[in-house]
């Protein structure tokens, strides 16, 4: 009774358009999800059977589960700086689907988070890219190791750095905890936002470095167009 009385007077909205949501809606409306999806039917990095470093990177396959558009941005802006977590399970569905819909990428034995420093970890509350990691999980049985790699040192924020910049920033910022738990494994990086592919590929260097078998990499969304594309 009193939630319908605090509905009436206070009208839960959609935190993107401020429009009112309807019942089975939670913090973002239906248009404005529809809005943000954009799917990406492209690999953002793929390499044949066997590919070495020299001739694909250090990740194998990369795929995300949107292009960036205005809708997405400020959805991901609002889950991973505003708090909404809850945001995070719509998100990771998107990436599930992607997942499924490509074999190498549903080989992989565990889920890797990108991981942040403490000092990022604790002023934000928590990893974005742990939460999504948690809700694939759920969702396609992969196991997730959040521990399995640890940041060290201190790494400026990405977003206004050039690809160089980018790269140069997270040269030799990962750690694995446990060589054991990754070795011989294909591991999957989960990530909101591909830019440039600095932060996973150097990740992937450090679990292949461990003895990961494979290293791949899924996206909630990708920020430019497929490489080698105009």
Same mark, same amino acid.
């Given at each position: 009774?009193?939630? #319908?009385?605090?509905?009436?007077?206070?009208?839960?909205?959609?935190?993107?358009?401020?429009?009112?949501?309807?019942?089975?809606?939670?913090?973002?409306?239906?248009?404005?999800?529809?809005?943000? !999806?954009?799917? &990406?039917?492209?690999?953002? +990095?793929?390499?044949?059977?066997?590919?070495?470093?020299?001739?694909?990177?250090?990740?194998?396959? =990369?795929? +995300?589960?949107?292009?960036?558009?205005?809708?997405?941005?400020?959805?991901?802006?609002?889950?991973?700086?505003?708090?909404?977590?809850?945001?995070?399970?719509?998100?990771?569905?998107?990436?599930? @689907?992607?997942?499924?819909? &490509?074999?190498?990428?549903?080989?992989?034995? %565990?889920?890797?988070?990108?991981?942040?420093?403490?000092?990022?970890?604790?002023?934000? @509350?928590?990893?974005?890219?742990?939460?999504? #990691?948690?809700?694939?999980?759920?969702? %396609?049985?992969?196991?997730?190791?959040?521990? =399995?790699?640890?940041?060290?040192?201190?790494?400026?924020?990405?977003?206004?750095?050039?690809?160089?910049?980018?790269?140069?920033?997270?040269?030799?910022?990962?750690?694995? !905890?446990?060589? +054991?738990?990754?070795?011989?494994?294909?591991?999957?990086?989960? &990530? &909101?936002?591909?830019?440039?592919? #600095?932060?996973?590929?150097?990740?992937?260097?450090?679990?292949?470095? =461990?003895? #990961? !078998?494979?290293? +791949?990499?899924? =996206?909630?969304?990708?920020?430019?167009?497929?490489?080698?594309?105009?």
């Amino acid at each position: 009774m009193w939630k #319908a009385v605090l509905d009436f007077l206070f009208p839960p909205l959609c935190l993107r358009c401020g429009e009112r949501l309807g019942e089975e809606e939670r913090l973002v409306c239906e248009t404005c999800w529809e809005r943000a !999806r954009r799917r &990406d039917r492209w690999p953002i +990095s793929q390499g044949g059977d066997g590919p070495t470093e020299e001739e694909c990177g250090p990740v194998v396959r =990369a795929r +995300s589960a949107n292009v960036w558009n205005e809708t997405l941005g400020e959805i991901l802006h609002r889950f991973k700086y505003g708090g909404f977590i809850l945001l995070g399970e719509r998100l990771a569905r998107g990436m599930a @689907g992607t997942i499924v819909s &490509d074999p190498a990428l549903m080989r992989a034995d %565990l889920l890797v988070p990108v991981p942040l420093t403490r000092a990022r970890a604790a002023e934000r @509350g928590f990893n974005q890219s742990a939460v999504l #990691a948690r809700h694939i999980s759920r969702l %396609l049985g992969i196991p997730v190791a959040e521990r =399995a790699v640890r940041r060290v040192g201190r790494s400026r924020s990405q977003t206004k750095l050039s690809p160089e910049g980018r790269r140069k920033n997270v040269r030799g910022v990962f750690r694995v !905890r446990d060589p +054991s738990a990754v070795r011989g494994k294909r591991i999957l990086i989960v &990530d &909101d936002v591909w830019t440039t592919g #600095a932060t996973a590929e150097e990740l992937a260097r450090a679990l292949l470095g =461990a003895g #990961a !078998r494979e290293v +791949s990499a899924i =996206a909630a969304a990708r920020a430019s167009g497929p490489r080698g594309s105009s």
